[in-house]
């Protein structure tokens, strides 16, 4: 859903190997809004990291 309660017109894959959620993260913070993208995360890690993705979502 856009921000605005509509379904989003386009949709945007984001995918990082391990590592990449800085750089992602860092993209996502330098765009401006796009009220009718939805993003969808895909993120390589290797199972003993995942709790620090959890930590920095």
């Excluded at 809004?33 to 290797?46: K, M, R, S, V």
């Amino acid at each position: 859903m856009g921000s605005a309660g509509k379904p989003a017109s386009e949709v945007w894959l984001l995918a990082a190997s391990t590592g990449g959620l800085r750089a992602v993260s860092a993209f996502l913070a330098s765009i401006r809004p796009l009220p009718d993208i939805g993003f969808l995360y895909a993120q390589h890690i290797e199972t003993e990291q995942a709790g620090q993705l959890v930590k920095m979502i």
